[in-house]
């Protein structure tokens, strides 16, 4: 009896279940399912631990007496981050401007293409990608310029996430991918016909330091584009609520502080830069870089239930819910900060290092 319903009410449970665990992936429908989610190079038991220790690091990173600890941190949380990044956001960690009729995927691709030819990529160049994630930039600049890019990120999970993906793309002989800190890269002077980096030199604790790097593997001559993430002209350090916004953008992304948009060309010039342009890209008519975020508000909570089931059966390991907690709240913030305009992730500036490097 009532056979027929419950068959069909069963089936259909079952066939939702396969969908969201084996076929929903990332959203560029490829790379990770939620029944892969890792904690990177991290084994499974000690996730939780990592993320306690991340939390309590991050809650005043500009407090530390000493920033060398920011590189190991940020290494951490992207073994925390990575795969959940990959699985509910795609291959590329950055924001870009929505575009009328095109897809997240299209917008993101013509954002990393528009960073390819700032920089001026031609084929046979070397190039540098500081701080390259998995490699979603690389490979859309590889395949846009013909230029070789070299990628350089601390987290060795990352590497291999890379290495993987541009095999796949048979973009390999173009892409290369080098474990390493961007304070201090493993690089000789003077080697690289250009360099960028896409959302990354957040992470160092000082700008100069990180530019002082770049500008040392570049060619004399060559350019630099960076799209920073800063706090605008309408952070008001005397209100509470951007205080507090600010702050935790800071620690839902692992920044030992966040810059403000003034001391982007500050630094450059410091380190010997020319500055040839800089501008906000976030800034009107663009439409809203959190428009994503808003709109993935109903995902997240699916993908709340979805990695709380997962940890319950113990498919994803122990640690994993509270990481994805502290990324719904990360996007919580960022969507603020986009509706207050007192934060933009895509400060653009264009740098050039002089043929001679006389300081004047
Ligand atoms: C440049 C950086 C990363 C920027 C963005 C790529 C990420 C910032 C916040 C991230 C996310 C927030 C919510 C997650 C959601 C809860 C989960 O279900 C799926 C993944 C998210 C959408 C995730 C994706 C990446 C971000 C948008 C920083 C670190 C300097
Ligand atoms: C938000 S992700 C952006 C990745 C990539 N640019 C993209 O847009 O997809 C920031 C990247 O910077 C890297 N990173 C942060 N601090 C670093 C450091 N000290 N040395 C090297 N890489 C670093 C991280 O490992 C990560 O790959």
């Not at 330091?209 to 060619?219: F, N, S």
């Not at 001559?221 to 008001?236: A, H, P």
């Not at 113990?314 to 986009?338: F, N, Q, W």
Request: proline content about 5%.
């Amino acid at each position: 009896m009532e056979f027929l319903p419950l068959f069909i009410t069963g089936t259909l449970v079952a066939a939702t279940l396969y969908w969201f665990l084996f076929i929903y992936g990332s959203a560029e429908r490829q790379g990770k399912l939620a029944v892969n989610l890792s904690g990177g190079s991290i084994s499974s038991e000690k996730i939780q631990d990592k993320y306690k220790q991340y939390w309590s690091f991050f809650r005043r990173p500009e407090k530390i007496e000493t920033a060398e600890k920011v590189p190991d941190f940020v290494d951490t949380f992207y073994n925390l981050v990575t795969d959940i990044y990959e699985w509910g956001w795609g291959q590329s960690f950055h924001f870009a401007r929505p575009i009328p009729g095109k897809s997240d995927k299209e917008a993101t691709r013509l954002h990393e293409e528009m960073v390819a030819d700032l920089v001026k990529a031609k084929p046979g160049d070397r190039i540098l990608d500081v701080g390259c994630g998995v490699g979603g930039p690389m490979r859309s600049i590889a395949a846009h310029s013909k230029a070789n890019v070299v990628g350089i990120t601390i987290n060795d999970y990352q590497v291999g996430r890379a290495r993987l993906h541009n095999k796949k793309a048979g973009l390999d002989a173009l892409c290369e991918v080098v474990c390493g800190n961007f304070l201090e890269m493993p690089f000789s002077e003077g080697t690289f016909d250009g360099a960028y980096a896409i959302e990354a030199t957040c992470h160092a604790p000082k700008l100069e330091d990180v530019y002082t790097e770049i500008y040392r593997v570049l060619k004399p001559g060559s350019l630099f584009v960076s799209l920073e993430w800063v706090s605008t002209d309408k952070y008001d350090t005397a209100n509470p609520e951007h205080v507090k916004i600010i702050e935790e953008i800071a620690r839902g992304n692992a920044l030992p502080g966040v810059k403000s948009y003034d001391d982007v060309a500050k630094a450059a010039k410091k380190v010997g830069f020319q500055v040839l342009k800089e501008e906000d890209l976030a800034k009107p008519p663009a439409l809203p870089w959190w428009g994503r975020l808003k709109m993935g508000r109903l995902a997240y909570w699916r993908n709340h239930i979805l990695v709380t089931v997962l940890a319950a059966f113990r498919i994803a390991p122990k640690g994993t819910l509270e990481v994805h907690e502290m990324l719904v709240e990360a996007a919580d913030y960022l969507t603020r900060s986009g509706d207050a305009g007192i934060f933009s992730p895509m400060h653009l500036i264009v740098c050039r290092k002089p043929e001679s490097s006389k300081s004047c």
